[in-house]
């Protein structure tokens, strides 16, 4: 981290690298027998052999799997005061590169990401707070023309303890309005779904999509954090999500006597899923001297998941 506070009061700068390698090794062990059942006399203890299953020597085998994770990012903050305003601010780079060794196919290629956004917060006598995000990241599971994607949002906050008409209340110490909408990407587990596959062999796969883009959330929040009797805080949060362009197959809709195997049919962006819910948490601490304290806190969340549409046929109720 880097202070250029002489070139530009309150900014500063900060550069990370990170780099990480693991291995995973694995032996197994593995032996078959024969299977024998009752004859269908219960009077009679002999047993005939069932199936086709052979005794076997036991046998075993080894394998290992290699990871390295690679991690730039790199920052930079503004934070500065001017009467009652104050702004401050982040601009961001991220880059992460994933490797896996001993995978097979598509899983063996590095998986690379990037990212660069920001985002500002402006404030007004420290009890009215609006904040601005851009994000505008990108990876190479997709088709060049449809790799990128701009992830915005924006949340304001009103701390109303600190209002006039309520510093009559002595036991309350904290009342924090919060609401905030916004989107994120998710990018899922699969690779290269915009390339047709085809193994060593020649036999084509699952047909690739070059107009395949990342799963985006659509995201509101609305919460408020309550503090009172200088020791008990709560805090509750309303929050509702929707993916309207969930990665689903195109094989769903499509007759299994065609010819064509339905898992070769190419990915959507078609589905579609919300989620929404409520978090609710309450903390108690308590200063007994200088050298005690002690805090006791509780949560309850409560969670829904609705599948609204993933392209599957019709139940006619046959």
């Not at 197994?28 to 047993?47: I, W």
């Not at 599971?141 to 949002?153: A, D, E, G, I, K």
């Not at 309350?172 to 390339?195: C, F, H, P, T, V």
């Amino acid at each position: 981290t880097a202070d250029l506070g002489m070139l530009v009061k309150g900014l500063s700068v900060t550069g990370l690298m990170a780099y990480q390698t693991n291995s995973a090794n694995q032996t197994k062990t593995t032996q078959d027998s024969e299977r024998y059942v009752m004859n269908g006399d219960p009077t009679d203890l002999n047993f005939i052999l069932k199936g086709t299953n052979t005794n076997s020597a036991l046998q075993y085998a080894k394998n290992s799997t290699s990871y390295y994770n690679l991690n730039l990012y790199a920052n930079a903050n503004y934070n500065h005061m001017f009467g009652a305003h104050s702004i401050s601010a982040l601009a961001y780079i991220f880059y992460q590169q994933l490797e896996t060794e001993s995978l097979q196919g598509a899983q063996m290629l590095p998986y690379k990401r990037r990212s660069i956004g920001g985002s500002a917060t402006y404030g007004y006598k420290e009890r009215y707070f609006v904040k601005a995000d851009l994000g505008y990241s990108g990876s190479e599971q997709f088709h060049p023309n449809h790799r990128y994607m701009v992830t915005p949002s924006i949340s304001v906050s009103w701390i109303v303890s600190d209002e006039k008409f309520l510093k009559h209340l002595r036991w309350l110490d904290l009342l924090k309005l919060r609401i905030s909408y916004g989107a994120n990407d998710q990018l899922g587990n699969a690779r290269m779904l915009y390339e047709d596959y085809m193994d060593v062999k020649g036999n084509e796969g699952l047909k690739g999509n070059p107009l395949l883009s990342a799963e985006k959330m659509k995201k509101q929040n609305y919460g408020f954090d309550l503090g009172f009797f200088k020791g008990l805080t709560v805090s509750f949060d309303w929050y509702k999500s929707i993916c309207d362009n969930m990665l689903v197959s195109s094989g769903e809709l499509v007759p299994e006597y065609q010819g064509i195997a339905l898992e070769n049919y190419p990915k959507l962006n078609k589905g579609r899923m919300e989620n929404q819910g409520f978090e609710l948490s309450a903390m108690y601490s308590k200063l007994l001297n200088k050298h005690w304290s002690f805090y006791l806190g509780g949560a309850f969340s409560y969670n829904k998941n609705k599948v609204i549409d993933v392209m599957e046929a019709e139940n006619v109720g046959y």
